[in-house]
């Protein structure tokens, strides 16, 4: 049994993939120049906003669970590499909180929410990764505080 105290969420994680979809809204399709054209405007979400927040359950006002700090298209996906806060990682390990769900306004990403049940099924889990192996790491800052003062 893995020790979920010694593994951490990927920083690379699964946004969106192209296909046909239902939501309570309606019903929507992504295409690969969707993908293309939210990876080229990126840039300038991040220049506009600082940066491009993570929260739980689309849930802005409890906090940041991490934040996308760059993308790449694979495959037909749509993938965001992430610096983990200390809330997010709680949600992943102790909540089950292991999709996220991309809030975008064509063509700019605005955010994402990590969720138990997204809109755009068949999306890559959140995986977790044991610490060990020597392997290299990279800490939000509020992390780091968090864990220099034994939180």
């Known amino acids: 049994m893995?020790?979920?105290?010694?593994?951490?969420?990927?920083?690379?994680?699964?946004?969106?993939?192209?296909?046909?979809?239902?939501?309570?809204?309606?019903r929507f399709s992504i295409e690969p120049k969707d993908l293309l054209g939210?990876?080229?405007?990126?840039?300038q979400s991040l220049a506009e906003r600082g940066s491009v927040?993570?929260?739980?359950?689309?849930?802005?006002?409890?906090?940041?669970a991490g934040k996308i700090t760059a993308l790449s298209i694979e495959d037909d996906a749509l993938w965001g590499k992430v610096d983990w806060e200390p809330l997010g990682?709680?949600?992943?390990?102790?909540?089950?909180?292991?999709?996220?769900?991309?809030e975008f306004r064509w063509p700019y990403l605005l955010g994402a929410a990590l969720?138990?049940?997204p809109a755009i099924k068949h999306l890559a889990p959140v995986r977790m990764e044991h610490s060990g192996g020597g392997r290299l790491m990279t800490?939000?800052?509020s992390l780091r505080a968090a864990m220099a003062e034994g939180q």
């Not at 893995?2 to 309606?26: A, M, N």
């Not at 939210?38 to 840039?43: K, N, R, T, Y």
């Not at 990682?89 to 999709?99: D, S, T």
Request: positive net charge.
């Open 2 to 26: 893995t020790d979920h105290r010694l593994s951490w969420p990927s920083r690379k994680v699964q946004l969106l993939r192209c296909g046909r979809f239902e939501h309570w809204q309606g």
């Open 38 to 43: 939210l990876w080229a405007m990126f840039p």
């Open 53 to 64: 927040p993570i929260n739980i359950a689309h849930r802005p006002e409890n906090g940041t």
């Open 89 to 102: 990682i709680r949600a992943i390990r102790e909540r089950g909180y292991c999709y996220l769900s991309a």
């Open 115 to 117: 969720t138990i049940r």
């Open 139 to 141: 800490l939000s800052e």
